[in-house]
């Protein structure tokens, strides 16, 4: 019984498109081979192009440098303005929020993230079954990591 996610009955959650998690603090939008593909196409640049100006390479906690999206100065996401401009080509750490592991290690990592989002505990009711294929979906696809990548 141990390893039973303390989601077993579901998580509810329905976007209320307030834009918090493209907005206001600072962070890292990462990105996956099938991202940088969808996003230079929404955009309709090259990849090059679209690597030299909306994307960087950030260092994460374990040291392997990550490509991530831009943030404009006032941290709001390099894609926003008056909402996501790729909306329909957003990335996959976008499309999975807040069914991110880190969000889900514990009850009080998912308040922590319910605290700043009005979606959280609201709506649609996401089964474990359902969440779990958002995680491997999250794993299938894994972040660019410039270590040994070709992108």
């Given at each position: 019984?141990?390893?039973?996610?303390?989601?077993?009955?579901?998580?509810?959650?329905?976007?209320?498109?307030?834009?918090t998690c493209c907005r206001y603090d600072a962070?890292?939008?990462?990105?996956?081979?099938?991202?940088?593909?969808?996003?230079?196409k929404a955009l309709n640049l090259d990849k090059n192009k679209f690597l030299a100006g909306y994307c960087r390479w950030v260092v994460k906690w374990n040291g392997d440098e990550v490509l991530s999206l831009k943030e404009?100065?006032?941290n709001d996401c390099i894609l926003w303005k008056d909402g996501c401009t790729v909306y329909n080509a957003r990335p996959l750490q976008c499309r999975n929020f807040p069914f991110w592991e880190p969000?889900?290690?514990?009850?009080?990592?998912?308040?922590?993230?319910?605290?700043?989002?009005?979606?959280?505990?609201?709506g649609e009711l996401f089964s474990m079954e359902i969440i779990d294929k958002i995680i491997e979906l999250q794993k299938s696809e894994p972040i660019i990591n410039r270590k040994g990548e070709k992108i």
């Open positions: 019984m141990g390893n039973t996610p303390f989601y077993a009955g579901g998580l509810k959650f329905t976007c209320k498109n307030c834009s962070g890292y939008v990462y990105l996956t081979k099938n991202d940088l593909k969808l996003l230079s404009k100065a006032n969000i889900l290690a514990a009850p009080k990592s998912w308040e922590m993230a319910a605290s700043g989002c009005p979606g959280m505990n609201e």
